[in-house]
C-alpha cells in the first residue's frame, strides 16, 4: 500500500500532537538561561571630568556612592555582580548609585561587558585619557591614585564618609550607607 506525501505529514502531525511534544520544551529545556536578547541595556552617557563633578554636586541631598572601573580590569569584573546586588537592594533607600567606566574604553567594548553582565544600572564614561584629569578638579580625596577598581561614599552633604579602593561587597555597602543614611 503506497501513502501520498501528504497523507504522511498528516499522520507525523497527528502523532507528534498526541505524544504531547511541545517544540518551545525542546527550543528551550528548563535549565538552559534565559534569553538575553530580552534584556534591555541600560544607557551610556560620556562625561567630562568636570561634568562628572557636577552631577556628583546636583546629587546632594541624599547619600551617593560612586564605584569607579574599567572592562579590561579583573577585579572591577569580579566586583559587577556585587554592585548589581547592592544596586537592586538599596533601591528602597535614598541613595544615588554613579557608575563611573574610565580610561577613554570605546562605547562598544562597556555596552558588550553591560549586557554580558545584565548590568542594570546606567553608566557614564569618563572622557578623560585617566583618572587624574578627574583627580586634577580637586573634588576628590587625596588618597585615591586612580586605581580600579574604587568605590566612594558620599553623604548628603557631600562629605565622603567612605572609600574602598579595591573590590567591595554588596552587604558592605548596604551596612554603610543604612549606617550613614
Given at each position: 500500500?503506497?501513502?501520498?506525501?501528504p497523507v504522511l505529514l498528516v499522520l507525523l502531525?497527528?502523532?507528534v500532537a498526541s505524544c504531547g511534544f511541545d517544540r518551545t520544551e525542546a527550543a528551550a529545556p528548563s535549565d538552559q538561561k534565559e534569553d538575553r536578547s530580552?534584556?534591555?541595556?541600560?544607557?551610556?552617557?560620556?562625561?567630562?571630568?568636570?561634568?562628572?563633578?557636577?552631577?556628583?554636586?546636583?546629587?546632594?541631598?541624599?547619600?551617593?556612592?560612586?564605584?569607579?572601573?574599567?572592562?579590561?580590569?579583573?577585579?572591577?569584573i569580579h566586583e559587577t555582580p556585587?554592585?548589581?546586588?547592592?544596586?537592586v537592594a538599596s533601591r528602597s533607600q535614598e541613595v544615588h548609585?554613579?557608575?563611573?567606566?574610565?580610561?577613554?574604553?570605546?562605547?562598544?567594548?562597556?555596552?558588550a561587558f553591560l549586557r554580558?553582565?545584565?548590568?542594570?544600572?546606567?553608566?557614564?564614561?569618563?572622557?578623560?585619557?585617566?583618572?587624574?584629569?578627574?583627580?586634577?578638579?580637586g573634588d576628590w580625596p587625596t588618597g585615591w591614585d586612580g586605581a580600579l577598581p574604587a568605590t566612594f561614599l558620599f553623604d548628603a552633604n557631600g562629605k565622603l564618609l567612605n572609600e574602598w579602593l579595591g573590590e567591595v561587597t554588596a552587604d558592605t555597602l548596604l551596612?554603610?550607607?543604612?549606617?550613614?543614611?
Open positions: 500500500m503506497r501513502i501520498g506525501i502531525t497527528a502523532c530580552a534584556w534591555r541595556a541600560p544607557s551610556i552617557t560620556t562625561v567630562t571630568p568636570s561634568q562628572l563633578a557636577d552631577r556628583i554636586r546636583s546629587a546632594r541631598g541624599r547619600p551617593i556612592v560612586i564605584n569607579f572601573w574599567a572592562t579590561w580590569c579583573a577585579p572591577c556585587e554592585l548589581i546586588a547592592f544596586f548609585f554613579l557608575s563611573v567606566a574610565v580610561m577613554s574604553e570605546p562605547e562598544d567594548d562597556v555596552a554580558d553582565h545584565r548590568v542594570p544600572f546606567p553608566v557614564h564614561m569618563l572622557d578623560a585619557s585617566s583618572p587624574d584629569e578627574l583627580l586634577e578638579t551596612r554603610e550607607v543604612g549606617r550613614h543614611g
